[in-house]
């Protein structure tokens, strides 16, 4: 089973690269807002896929839990804004390489605000993550822009999301309520759509037929890879599926060499090299640490998002 939800992992992970490649294509002609918001609507009609038959679609509004279903909306649609500015302005690698810094973000929250311990290893294993991502980039050598701000805030905001899970669905035990797919899912839909789409109302731009193309690319996988992550985690633990994610990286040094022409030099490929070990030290301390009382997210599965 759970060699099974690896696979699914790793198929979702491969959908969610291509759809960032999708919002790349776009090459920054359409506002991002809109295309958050497109890719909210697009995914929309999938939404009842998600409702279990005893369920109410109340659900699709977090009646479990109003405030952090309305939290996780919020997250996600800033999340969705900031990952389009990165990916339309930076090269796939780099932009990638930031988002990376999920879990940094993740711990870090956690410790400042929910006064959780951090064990050692685990530090450690996220301080060479971000030392791998500061090869990549190399500050000083090269200047940073609006695009490396714009990944760092939506790591920053899927970290905030997941922490506020994290804090709310403390029980005795070390045990989690999970919240339902239909609450996750619709969260990840309504938000794009109410908020950036809001952001719109001065900067709408009618999608050429080619850019439509792309906008269904960027809004059909997105969708795709989030309903297989769903089935993922019902297969195998949260920490299991989170490694395939490195995977990503793999797929966008093809996609930065075959669609974009963009190569990877061979520092940056160190840098890659040292967010792999990054990734793999943090799986081995989590696997560890599986069956201590800590207070855990209910469901990974967002795109770092």
């Known amino acids: 089973m759970e060699k099974k939800g690896i696979t699914i992992a790793l198929i979702a992970y491969l959908a969610f690269t291509i759809s960032d490649a999708g919002s790349k294509l776009l090459d920054g002609k359409i506002n991002a807002f809109e295309i958050a918001f497109l890719g909210g609507v697009i995914a929309a009609p999938a939404i009842p896929l998600m409702r279990k038959p005893h369920e109410s679609y109340l659900n699709v509004f977090g009646f479990?839990?109003?405030?952090i279903w309305l939290i996780r909306a919020v997250c996600v649609a800033l999340c969705t804004f900031f990952s389009v500015v990165a990916f339309t302005r930076l090269p796939m690698t780099e932009a990638m390489a930031l988002l990376f810094l999920l879990p940094f973000f993740v711990n870090l929250i956690a410790l400042v605000f929910l006064n959780e311990k951090i064990p050692f290893p685990k530090w450690v294993a996220l301080i060479i993550g971000f030392i791998g991502t500061v090869i990549i980039l190399r500050p000083g050598?090269?200047?940073?822009?609006?695009?490396?701000?714009?990944?760092?805030?939506?790591?920053?905001?899927?970290g905030a999301s997941w922490a506020v899970f994290r804090a709310t669905n403390k029980k005795k035990g070390g045990l989690v309520t999970k919240p339902s797919r239909l609450s996750l899912y619709s969260a990840s839909v309504v938000g794009p759509i109410v908020i950036d789409g809001a952001m719109t109302w001065n900067?709408?731009?009618t999608p050429t037929p080619l850019q439509w193309?792309?906008?269904l690319i960027y809004g059909l996988f997105a969708a795709w890879g989030q309903i297989l992550m769903m089935i993922a985690a019902e297969y195998a633990e949260a920490n299991t599926i989170a490694l395939p994610q490195y995977s990503q990286m793999v797929w966008t040094v093809i996609f930065s060499y075959l669609i974009f022409h963009q190569p990877v030099d061979g520092v940056s490929f160190i840098g890659?090299?040292?967010i792999f070990l990054s990734g793999y030290l943090t799986?081995?301390?989590?696997?560890?640490?599986v069956t201590a009382p800590l207070p855990r997210i209910a469901n990974q599965?967002?795109?770092?998002l």
């Open 272 to 274: 890659i090299a040292v």
């Open 141 to 158: 050598l090269r200047p940073l822009g609006v695009g490396h701000f714009a990944a760092l805030a939506g790591a920053f905001c899927t």
């Open 213 to 215: 193309f792309y906008l």
């Open 283 to 289: 799986w081995r301390s989590g696997r560890r640490l």
């Open 203 to 205: 900067s709408w731009v």
């Open 301 to 304: 599965i967002e795109k770092t």
């Open 64 to 67: 479990y839990d109003f405030k």
